[in-house]
């Protein structure tokens, strides 16, 4: 191994570079140089995104801990690309006078939570899948309880803290099962080893529930509607897609390689999860008032018409998820977007306080308008192929039953989706939100989320590169 | 690829659209007039040099015109076999409409920027004939049936919005729901055509589809179903399509009513472009229709020869100058259906082929003319009834003389470009069948008697007081009509029969006297009688307007066509079908949605103590949910 093989670690490599800038930043920076801060953490951050997109070297490292490959890299690509949007979104957040002093500490902790992602997909075997994890979690936490003058966003980061460590034990448990059954904590290793006999299962379903934890899968799901509402706007759209993507992610690499021997159990599970998830989040949307609450329900369901993409076997079934989240998370980050701007502005989170809305902001209303639409999945923003394509790769394996409850549901969320753009265009308000005037990150972050939601929809050679790739895992 | 550029022929206009609609609202409404007048300028200049190019260089071959596919990309693939293309199809017929389009928009165009000056929404005007231009560009560049369908219904849009475009108007949108629904209620037909005509042809290709030799041709009739083969039904349905956007009896309703629009709007799309869509579209199809479904070609005739008879009579009783104008295009509409519908395949036997295209033309530049003629003279009386013109000759000298140019070319007195046009139709009709031939002939005594009449109405007549003393249109007004006027004066001479023949071979005509001498006789009658009537003022029209009693009194209230529909959708429809349905739909249908509804709400209420903030509560429902997935599981593997 010499020094160069390290380069099959640049993302990693490089967003610990931009962590450590962060830190000298946060040391030279004078104390009123520090919102200089801001621009400067973005900068480095769109570059990181970009230097990623370039072709990387693949492979494996450290006796097989750490391996990379196209598809990884693409999965990483899409993580840089959600926490850049973020990051733009926070801006104006970052320059309140509360926060002002905190900004490098903001992107630090961010920037880490993204380090952990990576190598938890990276991971080569359980001991970097849970080293992964918990470097993605525990900063998160931090920052969920970043606005510590807020009491709710301490109870958010308690809260976290508390349901995640009593999650990560569980996993725990299950890696430790499964490596009593085979000896080994190296994927490949034990892959061959798994033959289904009950401690294994046991090993597995553990393991299973930490991840569906992180993606907030019912019955695991409880803590998130809480941790949402009280986090600041920018750390719940964070929590909403970036984190729950990578979970995605690293499930649907080790259900096809570790535990494919196990399939009989993985799609039973998968199944009923899938269905309880996207009943329960969708009957817990409708009644949402609060739009923070209202999307993580929304989000929850999202994550039960995922796993019909994850039933839906190798092959189409990655393809769809890979893609979906994709688009998933320009969708949901548009939203919080305007969900952001507005909060920041005026306070006002509920639906109601959006009566009106489009006369005054009709482009915050357009941009929301747009992100509903394809969060709901209606043609011809990309939601709508998103959610064509999972459903797709369900039938294909024969769960024909499941995808009529998953339409049964879809319908329910485009009622819902509907009611906030029918309070934004239709309801009358006498006291609308003024208008309100963005400021450059967040119109730029904006722009990034239509552009998305529109150009993904249609280019069809994005789906074809996913494919490909999904093909040689 | 040397027809490479034309792409950008409709994409230029598309560019203005995009650039003034979103922009529109920041600039000066002049510079987004400018604009689109900029951007329709260079699409002409390149549609121009590719009829050059194509007539007169790299397009015949072998002596026959040959269709070159400019530009293709590959849209939708379904299937292996099937995929939509969108591209640029170059033939005499879509090189021809590339120049009439381009040329007729440019003038509209130039004519606005005085004719709407001023007016709000100006920029939103010049967007919305960016779009139409686009959209009607891209319809006869088509290479297949389904590209065509997409620009034909973006046709209708574009129009519905340039009808519409007084918005605050009622009797406005009325006209453009009116113009939509019509129109779409046609294009259902022409789907199901296009669908059945694929099906049986197995490609949506106009290359493949119009190869005489081509499989489509010679061996796709398909099973006989009520007396027709599949194929000729398929071109029935499609007909319908053409019928409904160029206002064919019955589907004729909606374009009297179009004229709502602003006058510019009605001269280009509802005189020179978007209503001749349908002719274009048998052009189009035009050896499918003749060599494998003669029976939908008899149709078409008869249709044609119909409406042009029936809108004539129409044009001659009413008093508004647009719909007047409206009338007269529906009826030389009829005539190029007419010349299709009698037209034979190949050499001398397309004569009508080539005389509906002629006409095409021809018509396409003096009703154009006729239209703008009319823009100004509603400008300057701020009034669109004959009655409340007169004597408008001394005020106003340039629309005067190119009205006049206009007035002589559509009766057809020779030189102008209407004789020559519709002498061949005549001659072709003549050679099809007498009955044809006497329908159209009386046409054309009608056609030059109510357009004299129109003429003498305004220019002539008495001098009516007027709120103030009109006066001529400006510059950016009248230059168009004066191109215009030049057009229509010398169009008629252009060799059609070399250049747009149904086979892309030239042939020779022969000039019949015994046709030709006649229809100018009838069509110098006609202005005769108009003279008489109406260039002093007389009280003969009222007196016979009497003799004919109720004759004339349908004839004035449009055969009570309008009055038809209403007692069919209002009365058999809705009472019959809709209500029925409404009943249905309002508490059965709702019902059970509403009760999924209730029930849907009923169950989240209960659930909602799931969500009570403690965390204990959380942590044990995670822990419970483990266990009873492992056991459920765990027992299920053990069975």
Known sequence: MNIESFLIMRHELMLTLAAVLMLIAELSFGKSEKSRIIPLAI????????????????????????????????????????????????????????????????????????????????????????????????????????????????????????????????????????????GSIYFNEVAPLITGDNLQVLGFLFFFTGLAFKISIVPFHLWTADVYEGAPVNITSYLSVVSKAAALFILIILMFTVFNALEVV???????????????????????????RFLAFSSIAQAGFIFLGVIGGPGLGITSVIYFILIYVFSNLGAFGVIAVISGKTGKENIPDYNGLYLTNPKLSLVMMLSLFSLAGIPPVAGFFGKFFLFAAAAQQGYYILVLIAVANAVISLYYYLLVVKAMFINKSEQPIEPIHSDGFARVGMVLCVLGMVVIGFASIIFDYIETLSRQL | MEFGYTIWIALIPFLAFLITGLAGHRMKPMVSGLIGTVGIGI????????????????????????????????????????????GVLLDPISVMMLVVITTVSLM????????????????????????????????????????????????????????????????????????????????????????????????????????????????????????????????????????GKSAMFPLHIWLPDAMEGPTPVSALIHAATMVVAGVFLVARLFPVFALSAPAGLEIVAIMGAFTSLFAAVIACTQNDIKRILAYSTMSQIGYMMLALGVSGYGGADGLGYMASMFHLFTHAMFKALLFLGAGAIIHAVHSNFISDMGGLRKYMPVTHITFLIACLAIAGIPP?????????????????????????????????????????????????????????????????????????????????????????????????????????????AGILLATAFYRKGSDMPDKIAAGLGGLYRAAYRKFYIDEVYQFITKKI????????????????????MNGIAYITNMVSAGMKDLQSGQLQQYAFVLVSGVLILVLSLVYLMNN
């Not at chain 1, 973020?86 to 309140?96: D, G, H």
């Not at chain 2, 397009?59 to 530009?71: A, N, R, T």
């Not at chain 2, 429809?573 to 059970?592: H, K, T, Y």
Request: aromatic share 16%; net charge neutral.
């Open chain 1, 43 to 182: 900068f480095i951050f769109g570059a990181v995104t970009a230097v990623g997109f370039l072709p990387a070297p693949t492979g494996s490292l450290f006796g097989g801990m750490y391996q990379t490959s196209a598809l990884i890299i693409l999965m990483k690509n899409i993580l840089n690309l959600g926490v850049f949007i973020v990051c733009l979104q926070s801006a104006s957040w970052l320059k309140l006078p509360v926060n002002q002093d905190k900004g490098s500490e903001y992107f630090l902790l961010m920037i880490s939570t993204l380090i952990g992602m990576n190598f938890m997909i990276s991971a080569g075997d359980f001991l970097m899948f849970y080293l992964g994890l918990e470097l993605a979690t525990i900063p998160l936490t931090a920052l969920a309880a970043y606005e510590t003058y807020k009491m709710k966003s301490a109870e958010s980061g308690i809260k976290l803290i508390l349901s995640a460590s009593l999650s990560s034990g569980i996993t725990l448990f299950g890696i430790s099962m499964i490596y009593g059954t085979t």
């Open chain 1, 266 to 292: 993985a799609t039973k599970v998968v199944y009923v999860t899938a269905i309880l998830t996207m009943t329960v989040g969708n009957l817990f949307a409708i009644r949402q008032q609060n739009l923070k």
């Open chain 2, 43 to 86: 699409a002409t200049l390149l549609s121009y040099v590719a009829a050059h190019q194509y007539f007169f260089g790299v397009g015949k071959v072998d002596g026959v015109y040959q269709k070159i596919i400019g530009y293709k990309m590959e849209w939708l693939r379904f299937s292996e076999t099937l995929a939509i293309d969108m």
């Open chain 2, 108 to 243: 509209v165009h130039i004519y606005s920027l005085g004719y709407m000056a001023g007016e709000k929404g100006f920029a939103r005007f010049y967007a919305f004939l960016g779009l139409f231009s686009f959209s009607m560009l891209g319809l006869v560049v088509a290479t297949n049936i389904f590209q065509m369908y997409i620009f034909w219904e973006l046709v209708g849009v574009s129009s519905y919005l340039l009808i519409g475009f007084y918005y605050n108007k009622p009797s406005a949108v009325a006209a453009s729901k009116k113009a939509f629904i019509v129109t779409r209620f046609a294009d259902f037909g022409f789907l199901v055509g296009i669908l059945l005509l694929s099906y049986i042809t197995g490609t949506f290709d106009f290359v493949l589809l119009t190869d005489p030799e081509g499989a489509a041709i010679t061996q796709g009739s398909g099973i006989a179903f009520m007396g027709l083969s599949v194929m000729t039904w398929s071109l029935i349905l499609v007909f319908m399509g053409g019928a």
């Open chain 2, 416 to 524: 102008f470009a209407g004789f020559f046009s519709k002498d061949e139709i005549l001659v072709a009709a003549y050679q099809n069948h007498m009955l044809y031939f006497l329908v159209e002939y009386i046409v054309a005594g009608l056609t030059a008697f109510y357009m004299f009449r129109l003429y003498y109405g305004v220019f002539w007549g008495k001098e009516k007081t007027y709120e103030h003393a009109p006066h001529e249109a400006p510059a950016s007004m009248t230059i168009p009509l004066i191109i215009l006027a030049i057009g229509s004066a010398t169009t008629g001479f252009i060799p059609f029969q070399k250049l747009v023949t149904s086979d892309g071979m030239a042939f020779d005509i022969h000039f019949h006297w015994n046709i030709a001498l006649p229809s100018i006789g009838i069509a110098i």
């Open chain 2, 573 to 592: 429809i809705f009472n019959l079908i809709s209500r029925p349905i409404a009943w249905f739909d309002r508490q059965i249908v709702d019902g059970s």
